[in-house]
């Protein structure tokens, strides 16, 4: 029984530590730095790091048209919105967003050229 027990317990940590949300909902990204360092060295070493472009809609939502890394632009009904707490983004302009894995780690305005 107490094997049982902690077998349990063994699995319930591994599946929590393991629970992400894809940044790719219309939802709130997590933040790659607000995790624990174990866990950011984790993701580095097994998930790759990925880009996308977006447009600022506001100070606080950036709609993403472009995955950089398979230089793909995404049609009107895949573009999504990344909602950011630090309402810093200046409507209009382009941002560099990097992910590692399902997680949000930067956001950077850039100079895009249609």
């Not at 793909?72 to 009904?77: A, E, G, S, V």
Request: glycine fraction near 4%; hydrophobic fraction near 30%; avoid cysteine.
């Amino acid at each position: 029984m107490k094997l049982r027990k902690s077998m349990f317990k063994a699995f319930l940590m591994i599946g929590i530590s393991s629970l992400t949300i894809p940044a790719h909902e219309d939802a709130e990204a997590f933040d790659f730095q607000n995790l624990s360092r174990n866990e950011q060295i984790n993701i580095k070493q097994t998930q790759k790091t990925l880009y996308s472009l977006g447009t600022a809609k506001n100070k606080n939502d950036i709609k993403v048209f472009e995955h950089v890394e398979d230089k793909r632009k995404l049609n009107k009904k895949d573009q999504y919105i990344i909602h950011t707490k630090s309402g810093k983004l200046k409507k209009g302009k382009t941002y560099k967003l990097t992910y590692i894995g399902d997680y949000l780690k930067s956001i950077k305005e850039i100079k895009y050229n249609k």
